[in-house]
């Protein structure tokens, strides 16, 4: 199975002035971060607008990241019924992705036992390494650790855990029950460092279309023992992302940056809106604070 372990940005799909997909900026933003030096491209994931994406056009800007791109790249695949996301899976795996990143269905709240048998009777249908994804901002389900256990017991394509309940003792919980079987990553930017130290293997965070160098720096800080760099560059991060995540709708705060980067992504697909003036001057001084502008 192949390991998934460092940054990996849940890069953002950019549209034109008609909301639809901005083909060419895509490609630029493909070796824009990994150029970077992020490990890999997180395809799809909320960042990506995943729900404001048609089937066809979630498999079009699959291919066109596939082919440009020079690392690893993870699908994500959330559909809210099992069919639909096993559908979905196996067309990004005909792609050529190298994994498949999968959220809870987010609309008809499953229980327990449904969650275990939505994510078996994918795995089991499925062959491709599989990264569950636990994102209680958007789904309201926090994935049950139990069910977490079962599942990596069970089916050995299930390779890794994206956690992004920004809560370090989970995350240091599921280090203890399955560390030593799959890849642990961070979800949250603010989490990522003490993470690492209890022994996650990596992070998937939002921050990084934004600061993908300042997030490359701080895991290679971390690698080799720096740990007062690394210290310093978490608190950074921290600060920006409080700003550019957790302040303001995400997905436009995060477009807003990184056209103030001189990147033309556009606006996020309605209902998101343009953010206000106070909130582009926000955006705006963290970026000058932590030296992106």
Not at 125 to 151: G, H, R, S
Request: a negative charge; aromatic letters at 8%; hydrophobic letters at 45%.
């Amino acid at each position: 199975m192949p390991m998934f372990e460092g940054v990996f940005v849940p890069h953002i799909t950019p549209f034109d002035d008609e909301e639809e997909i901005n083909e060419e900026m895509l490609r630029d933003l493909v070796h824009y971060f990994a150029d970077a030096g992020l490990n890999g491209l997180v395809t799809l994931g909320s960042n990506g607008e995943f729900p404001y994406l048609s089937f066809e056009e979630k498999l079009r800007v699959l291919k066109i990241v596939r082919d440009e791109s020079p690392v690893p790249v993870i699908a994500g695949v959330a559909e809210n019924s099992t069919k639909e996301t096993i559908r979905l899976a196996k067309e990004a795996w005909d792609i050529g992705v190298d994994a498949l990143l999968i959220a809870p269905p987010y609309y008809f709240k499953p229980d327990k036992r449904e969650l275990f048998a939505h994510y078996s009777r994918i795995a089991y249908e499925v062959e491709a390494p599989i990264l569950l994804y636990n994102v209680p901002k958007f789904t309201t389900i926090n994935i049950d650790l139990d069910v977490v256990e079962k599942l990596v017991e069970e089916h050995s394509n299930i390779v890794g855990i994206k956690d992004s309940s920004g809560s370090i003792g989970r995350i240091a919980e599921l280090v203890r029950r399955v560390g030593d079987k799959i890849n642990i990553l961070a979800g949250t930017a603010d989490v990522m460092y003490p993470s690492w130290m209890l022994g996650a293997h990596g992070a998937v965070v939002a921050v990084a279309n934004v600061a993908p160098r300042l997030c490359v720096e701080l895991y290679n800080a971390f690698l080799e023992k720096r740990y007062e760099r690394a210290r310093k560059l978490q608190l950074m991060i921290n600060y920006l992302n409080e700003v550019v995540v957790k302040k303001y709708n995400q997905i436009s705060a995060i477009k807003e940056a990184m056209r103030m980067l001189g990147f033309e992504v556009g606006y996020p697909r309605m209902p998101a809106l343009p953010l206000d003036e106070k909130a582009l001057e926000d955006i705006e001084r963290a970026l000058i604070e932590i030296g992106l502008l």
